[in-house]
């Protein structure tokens, strides 16, 4: 995934990683559940410092429903 300089803002950060819990979750509907949990964690980590909007409780929650 790139991230292009013009996007800095938290929101819009926010927004594109949650692009990695999406997939996160397409992987563990397919039964891939190592890259499952790679894309979740991937997420979560990059969302970990950002403010608190719906984009991060949906990788927090698909983090938390994968790791279960």
Do not use: N
Not at 5 to 31: K, N, Q, T
Request: charged content about 25%; hydrophobic content about 40%; aromatic content about 18%.
């Amino acid at each position: 995934m790139i991230i292009h300089e013009y996007m800095h803002h938290p929101i819009e950060l926010s927004f594109f990683y949650e692009g990695d819990a999406y997939a996160a979750r397409c992987y563990w509907v397919l039964g891939d559940k190592e890259e499952a949990l790679r894309y979740a964690q991937k997420a979560l980590d990059h969302i970990s410092q950002m403010p608190h909007t719906p984009y991060k409780d949906f990788i927090i929650e698909t983090y938390e429903w994968i790791m279960k």
